[in-house]
């Protein structure tokens, strides 16, 4: 099964105007499953300390360490803004980056202003 589809589906134009600059769907394990052209080069590292940030958050309500180091993906760097136990935000200059969870994968979209964080 491919999942290049349903990356290209997430490039379609957001509710309040504006696309995704990039997205990727990303195994928990830091596989990529698909990505945009654009997507930054994503490590299992960076997989990893996103899925402990998760963890944190579902055992103690704030993203832990993820809070203090902020979010990498590939060179980008994004500041850890409010979330909940399945989506964790972040804000850069100039844009921002959300993170779902799913049982099995991370959905990652990367935009840059003026789209809303809330579109994404």
Same mark, same amino acid.
């Given at each position: 099964?491919?999942?290049?589809? !349903?990356?290209?589906?997430?490039?379609?134009?957001?509710?309040? *105007?504006?696309?995704?600059? @990039?997205?990727? +769907?990303?195994?928990?394990? *830091? $596989?990529?499953? %698909?990505? @945009? =052209? @654009?997507?930054?080069?994503?490590?299992?590292?960076?997989? %990893?300390?996103?899925?402990?940030?998760? =963890?944190? &958050? =579902?055992?103690? #309500?704030?993203? #832990?360490?993820? #809070?203090?180091? $902020?979010?990498?993906?590939?060179?980008?760097?994004?500041?850890?803004?409010? *979330?909940?136990?399945?989506? +964790?935000?972040? /804000?850069?200059?100039?844009?921002?980056?959300?993170?779902? /969870?799913?049982?099995?994968?991370?959905?990652?979209? &990367? !935009?840059? =202003?003026?789209?809303?964080?809330?579109?994404?």
């Amino acid at each position: 099964m491919s999942w290049d589809g !349903y990356v290209e589906h997430l490039m379609v134009e957001l509710p309040h *105007g504006g696309k995704l600059s @990039s997205a990727a +769907i990303v195994g928990q394990d *830091g $596989g990529v499953w %698909a990505q @945009s =052209e @654009s997507f930054p080069a994503v490590t299992a590292d960076q997989v %990893a300390a996103i899925m402990k940030g998760f =963890e944190s &958050i =579902e055992k103690v #309500g704030h993203a #832990g360490d993820l #809070g203090g180091t $902020g979010i990498f993906l590939g060179e980008q760097k994004f500041q850890v803004a409010p *979330g909940d136990e399945t989506v +964790i935000r972040g /804000k850069s200059h100039g844009g921002g980056c959300t993170i779902k /969870k799913t049982n099995t994968a991370l959905v990652i979209g &990367i !935009y840059n =202003e003026p789209v809303p964080a809330g579109d994404c």
